[in-house]
């Protein structure tokens, strides 16, 4: 069956940089885009980016162009965020999620497969 | 950006209730719509995509429907483990989330 196992939770500093994986198996890497996502209590999700697994092309939100970076091994099947400067604006539950690749047409767009959440707690 | 407004935030139901969330777009969305079900400390699960169709594995009571800027779910028969908070997003511009509805026990 389908899987994302992300790593587990991180506690870092203001100023820091935190990088977060997801594990992915149970089926075809390259035929699905990775995308993050994260959840700050009491809010809905908010996109972070995607991947393409083939040619580790990215897109990322206008918002964290700066400050997010997203990789992958393909040997391994895995792909990683890595979140630079961080906040406590930036506390929040940080999942990948798996979608239809997007430039294709008629491609399905929703997530239908999610990691398990990575909490990420900024504090001093 | 397309922002996504549902209504009601939260909502207070009986097992066996007709429930309606619904979904308002800030633009045409065509009927690039999605819905999802959250329950605590769980990541969201997809439920329905393009507005009306029903994810495999999921209940029959749930259903979508709607186009352009204005879409709905309706659970048909609430049951004990539909008590979560459900998102709508859309995808026909990049990726967006609603405030999340908060279904509640009556």
Known sequence: QVQLVQSGADVVKPGASVKVSCMTSGYTFTGYYIHWLRQAPGHGPEWLGWINPTSGGTKIAQKFQDRVTVTRVTSVSTVYMELTRLSYDDTAVYYCARSGIVMMPSARLDFDSWGQGTLVTVSS | ?106
């Open chain 2, 1 to 106: 950006d397309i922002q996504m407004t549902q209504s009601p935030s939260s909502l207070s139901a009986s097992v066996g209730d007709r429930v309606t969330i619904t979904c308002r777009a800030s633009q045409t969305i065509i009927r690039y719509l999605n819905w999802y079900q959250q329950k605590p400390g769980r990541a969201p699960k997809l439920l329905i995509y393009a507005a009306s169709t029903l994810q495999t594995g999921v209940p029959s009571r749930f259903s979508g429907s709607g186009s352009e800027t204005d879409f709905t779910l309706t659970i048909s028969s609430l049951q004990p483990e539909d008590f979560a908070t459900y998102y709508c997003q859309q995808n026909y511009i990049s990726w967006t989330f609603g405030q999340g509805t908060k279904v509640e026990i009556k």
